[in-house]
């Protein structure tokens, strides 16, 4: 015999009422993908990912997915070579002392009319708007930055311990660490008293703002284009000397600088902060931070450098909601908890100033000078620390980094050296 269902109805007013809101249920709880692409050391990886581990937890709205490079070379050539519908929502994407061009490519976004539409549209952010690093001329924020580092200097305290060292810190005055690299070479660190992997920073760019000189051209009567002075030639032929006497290990840009500093083998590193967070994670290694050299005969006190690193790009043509899901994103970031975290395990500046007054005095007990050298970071930046924007830099800068190895190397002098850089820098900074 067949059956039949017999809807009253009242039944069938609530069968079509629990069919509707399954559909409104489905549509409500399926979540808008968010794709995130980044480069970021080993160390700096698990923490960023955990971070995003944590905001997918939070809420079903959003799911956050992340794909990660070796290098910032490897996302650029795949970036390049991407389709713009499969670009990612969200990029890393560096930016030097706020000369880069990156704000000005077609797929770019600026961050400041996206956070409008969030609760981040009223955060205190920790760099001020005068900072150029991420900032438009206007002082608008043109992306997050989420990996925003200063240069500093490390330092092995057992090393100095070792080498009968008192205080057991690297001097500020390039003249007196000297000495104290003869010393730490003699006593325990003739393998690698001194390394660094940012020599166009250290040698060069920071090299005047931390003299609280203006570096780049156009500046000052007369001056035209790069004109590296007496400054320049001083260190540059100090830096060729100490290299050739084994105090100052040739500088890298690779990796194996800061993996020998992990490991204990170099007594002082160059480098920039972003590496805190993994050297606080060798338990075998006791560090401390302090400020790059300054030179006392040029200026009493020294200045702070630039800003550098790079932060978290919106792109375009992902529709508009994709783009609020993306935008959510940051703004969760920039959260106390999740901005404190970031810059108490990575070693970049604090993303907000709720970040940095959220950090306590146990944070920075074993750091050295780390929490006065970030502090000043949340105030008007002098003149010479501000950043700036040079035509074509990324090849002059690319350029000058092959010039110095040539110099450290002994293939040239000084002198002759910088001389070049400045020539083929102008040319560029003049190219059509």
Same mark, same amino acid.
């Not at 794709?35 to 960023?48: E, I, R």
């Not at 690093?133 to 989420?146: E, I, Q, S, T, V």
């Not at 020998?260 to 967070?277: D, P, Y």
């Given at each position: ?18 069919? $509707?809101? %399954? ?7 399926? !979540? ?48 390049? *070579? ?24 077609? &797929? @770019?976004?600026? $961050? ?6 969030? +609760? ?5 952010? #920790? ?29 092995? @305290? ?5 080498? /009968?060292? +008192? ?36 040698? $060069? ?19 035209? %284009? ?5 400054? &320049?030639?001083?260190?540059?032929? +100090? ?31 160059? =480098?920039?902060?972003?590496?805190? %967070?993994?050297? !606080? ?12 050299? &300054? ?14 690193? =790079? /932060? ?35 070693? #970049?500046?604090? *993303? ?19 929490? =006065? $050298? ?10 010479? !620390? ?6 074509? &830099?990324?090849? @002059? ?6 010039? *110095? ?17 400045? !020539?083929?820098?102008?040319? *560029?900074?003049?190219?059509?």
């Amino acid at each position: 015999m067949t059956s039949y269902t017999i809807f009253t109805p009242k039944r069938l007013c609530g069968v079509l009422f629990s069919a $509707l809101a %399954g559909l409104v249920s489905t549509s409500a709880w399926s !979540a808008t993908d968010i794709q995130v692409w980044y480069s970021l050391n080993a160390h700096n990886k698990k923490v960023f990912e955990q971070l995003v581990k944590d905001f997918n937890k939070q809420q079903k709205d959003i799911a956050v997915k992340t794909r990660a490079f070796d290098s910032q070379n490897d996302l650029d050539a795949a970036l390049s *070579l991407t389709a713009e519908k499969e670009r990612p929502h969200v990029v890393q994407l560096p930016e030097v002392s706020g000369m880069d061009d990156v704000a000005t490519r077609a &797929y @770019i976004q600026p $961050l400041y009319q996206a956070l409008n539409k969030t +609760t981040a549209k009223n955060t205190k952010w #920790f760099l001020p708007s005068e900072n150029n690093f991420m900032h438009d001329a206007k002082g608008r924020l043109l992306a997050l930055p989420f990996m925003a580092e200063i240069p500093v200097m490390y330092y092995n @305290i057992d090393a100095f311990k070792k080498a /009968g060292l +008192t205080p057991t810190q690297p001097s500020r005055s390039w003249q007196d660490l000297q000495g104290q690299l003869v010393t730490l070479a003699n006593n325990g660190s003739r393998r690698c008293p001194l390394t660094s992997d940012q020599p166009v920073s250290i040698n $060069l760019e920071n090299l005047a703002a931390v003299n609280k000189q203006i570096y780049g051209p156009g500046v000052g009567k007369g001056k035209v %284009g790069f004109n590296f002075d007496t400054m &320049y030639i001083r260190h540059l032929s +100090t830096m060729i000397s100490w290299v050739r006497s084994e105090i100052l290990v040739h500088p890298s840009q690779f990796v194996q600088s800061p993996t020998r500093f992990a490991e204990g083998e170099c007594a002082v590193f160059m =480098s920039n902060s972003g590496n805190i %967070g993994q050297f !606080a994670d060798q338990r075998r290694l006791d560090f401390a931070v302090t400020g790059i050299p &300054y030179y006392p005969q040029v200026t009493a006190t020294p200045g702070s450098p630039f800003v550098t690193g =790079s /932060g978290l790009w919106l792109t375009k043509g992902h529709g508009a909601a994709a783009d609020q899901a993306s935008a959510e994103f940051l703004a969760w970031l920039a959260q106390p908890e999740p901005a404190a975290t970031w810059f108490q395990k990575t070693g #970049f500046l604090p *993303l907000t100033q709720e970040a940095f007054a959220n950090t306590g005095a146990d944070y920075y007990k074993n750091l050295g000078d780390w929490r =006065s $050298l970030v502090a000043v970071y949340s105030q008007k930046p002098e003149n010479t !620390a501000r950043g700036f924007k040079i035509k074509n &830099y990324h090849q @002059i800068r690319a350029m000058f980094n092959t010039t *110095l190895e040539s110099a450290l190397e002994g293939k040239q002098p000084a002198m002759t050296a910088l001389q070049s850089a400045a !020539a083929e820098a102008n040319k *560029l900074i003049n190219a059509k």
